[in-house]
Every structure is written in structure tokens, then in C-alpha cells.
């Protein structure tokens, strides 16, 4: 075999070891971080709004307080509200970061706990993407709801769905009190999209990641609040 074939070979070998490990490990641990293992068995909340996603994202955190200690920092998230407890800095780089606080909040702000089914939390400047909240059973379970196209970031209409690219997700927060009247922080999502075979890599490959990074520190800065400011 010649040096050229030879290397060309050894970069293909690497290559498929890498994407290998990728799929096999590296993102099954980002999907599923923090969880337990038994996050995956259950049924939650806004699971029967989309039978069969093409992605399932468990990660979850234990926090020393209860749930009613929990819940009002959960339910004031959003932008031009609490924040989102992740990285100010990279929401505040894309225009994204206009809190009430000024940064992800420290306090529970009164006006901001009467969120009901119905509304919605904005995550960027109008006419750009927003959650609507379609479930809530206080101080349990919240599950919010967004189509949107997955580029411009744009909330879509059902009839947007097979015209242009799309991205819909059911995003579910369980706040199961354990027997030490500690909680376990649940946060699921059931994300579709399409078409699958441009979809595919950007999810697996961009948008799986970004969310990882984004959402394991929202998890930590809930927990961190719930523990420190309640």
C-alpha cells in the first residue's frame, strides 16, 4: 500500500472511530445529562403532544430544597423576564440577554409568578421565537410548546410545517419531591423536525450541542438559586 493510500486510509479509520465514539458515547451522555436512568421509563407531562419525535432529551438535577421552593424561580424564566439562569454573556453576544435584572435574576420577582396556560415566554425580540405555555400544575409540572423555523429562529404555523425548514419542540419541567424532601428537576424534550435529511446533521451536529451547553447551566443556576436566594 502506498504512503498516500496508507494515510488515506488512517484519516478514514479515525473518522469512523470518531463518529463512532460521538454516537455511541459523547451524545448519548449530553442527551441524557445528569439523569439517572429511570427519567427515560417515565411518562411526564406533554409526552402524549408528540407520539414520535426524532429526539428525546432527559437531563435532570437533584436540588436541596422542595418544589414550592423551586417552582417560582422555574416559572419566571424567559427573556424580559428572570432570565434563564445559563451563560448571560453568550445570550447578551446575540441580543438575546434583555432580562428585567439586567442579567439572570438573583430574586423572585413577584409580578412574574402568575404565568398560566395560554401565555408565552418570550426567548427573543418580537416577532422571533417564543414558548407557549400548554400545561401547568404548580408547583409540579410546566410544558411549553414552540415550532419555529430552526435558522431564523422565527416562531412557524402548522401549515409552515413541509414548506421550509422546521423545528418543534415540547419542552417539560417535573419537579418530583423525593423522600428526603429534597427535588429531582426533571427537564424533557421531544423535538421533531424536518426535512430529515438536511435536519439530521444540523441537530446532531449543532443544535443538540448548543442546548447542551445552554440547558445544563440552567439546570445548575435554578439549582443554585433554589438553594441560596429562597
Known sequence: MSKKKSNNFASFSGGLLAALGYFSVVRPWYLNWGSKGFENDITLPGDDLMASP???????I?????????WPWLIQIGYQRAGWYSYD??????GVADFVDGHSSTRIIPELQNLKIGESI?????????????H??????????????????????????????????IWSFYLAETHDCKTHLIMR???????????????WFAIEPAHFIMEQKMLKG????AEKFS
Do not use: C, T
Not at 410544558?143 to 418543534?168: C, T
Not at 435554578?222 to 438559586?225: A, D, G, M, P, T
Open 122 to 134: 418570550p426567548a427573543a425580540p418580537a416577532p422571533y421565537l417564543k414558548f407557549d405555555v400548554v
Open 222 to 225: 435554578i439549582k443554585l438559586r
Open 136 to 169: 401547568m400544575e404548580k408547583p409540579e409540572s410546566i410544558v411549553l410548546h414552540a415550532l419555529i423555523h430552526p435558522f431564523r429562529g422565527k416562531n412557524l404555523q402548522a401549515e409552515d410545517i413541509g414548506k421550509s425548514l422546521w423545528l418543534r419542540q
Open 189 to 203: 424534550s421531544r423535538i421533531d423536525y424536518g426535512p430529515k435529511l438536511l435536519m439530521n446533521p444540523v441537530s
Open 89 to 94: 454573556s453568550l445570550e447578551n453576544a446575540v
Open 54 to 60: 426524532k429526539v428525546i432529551v432527559n437531563r435532570s
Open 62 to 70: 437533584q436540588i436541596n430544597a422542595r418544589p414550592q421552593d423551586v
